[in-house]
């Protein structure tokens, strides 16, 4: 098993880091869908949501971290390598914004965060301005955050079955 992305595949490490974070973000996405089929309060659901978003931020870092050690490079096709690289910035851009306001509308409403129950930042006054900005925004940008996840959707199957390069194989 190699650890490090090489010209012909991501390493396990890249695949491990991908997979997570799609998994969590489906699910992050999906928390009130989830909530009502496993019959948890709206209290769980968001305590859920807060902490699996804390997690997606930690793990962005992570993959950022990664992405600069990691040796092995994967080349784009070149008539599309500029629609490669805005994408997967745009999904990274996407992926610090919103934990970051979701971060604004939690403190904004005077409560503290919390990971899977262990205190991260202590509640504070209620502060409604920036509760109902950082709230439009956070939905705005979760929007946004799907038609980017539809895109990539899109932009791998078009590697798969249109350039037939292999992108997909690479990822699983």
Same mark, same amino acid.
């Given at each position: 098993?190699?650890?490090?992305?090489?010209? @012909?595949?991501? #390493?396990?490490? %890249?695949?491990?880091?991908?997979?997570?974070?799609?998994?969590? &973000?489906?699910?992050?996405?999906?928390? @009130?869908?989830?909530? @009502?089929?496993?019959?948890? /309060?709206?209290? $769980?659901?968001?305590?859920?949501?807060? /902490?699996?978003?804390?997690?997606? &931020? #930690?793990?962005?870092?992570?993959?950022?971290?990664?992405?600069?050690?990691?040796?092995?490079?994967?080349?784009?096709?070149?008539?599309?390598?500029?629609?490669?690289?805005?994408?997967?910035?745009?999904?990274?851009?996407?992926?610090?914004?919103?934990?970051?306001?979701?971060?604004?509308?939690?403190?904004? %409403? #005077?409560?503290?965060?919390? =990971? =899977? #129950?262990?205190?991260?930042?202590?509640?504070?006054? $209620?502060? $409604?301005?920036? @509760?109902?900005?950082?709230? $439009?925004?956070?939905?705005?940008?979760?929007?946004?955050?799907?038609?980017?996840?539809?895109?990539?959707?899109?932009?791998?199957?078009?590697?798969? =079955?249109?350039?037939?390069?292999?992108?997909?194989?690479?990822?699983?």
């Amino acid at each position: 098993m190699n650890w490090l992305d090489s010209a @012909e595949r991501y #390493g396990a490490v %890249s695949r491990a880091i991908h997979w997570t974070m799609a998994t969590l &973000l489906i699910l992050m996405l999906g928390t @009130e869908w989830l909530a @009502e089929l496993v019959g948890m /309060s709206e209290r $769980e659901a968001m305590a859920l949501h807060k /902490s699996v978003g804390v997690l997606l &931020l #930690g793990l962005l870092v992570v993959r950022l971290l990664w992405r600069r050690i990691n040796l092995g490079k994967l080349e784009a096709q070149a008539n599309w390598k500029w629609a490669a690289r805005l994408g997967h910035w745009a999904l990274y851009a996407m992926l610090l914004l919103i934990p970051v306001s979701g971060l604004l509308v939690t403190l904004g %409403s #005077g409560h503290g965060v919390e =990971f =899977f #129950g262990l205190p991260l930042i202590a509640s504070g006054a $209620e502060i $409604e301005w920036l @509760e109902d900005a950082a709230e $439009e925004t956070h939905e705005v940008l979760a929007n946004l955050l799907w038609l980017l996840i539809a895109g990539h959707v899109v932009a791998s199957l078009a590697h798969q =079955f249109w350039l037939h390069d292999r992108t997909l194989q690479r990822m699983s």
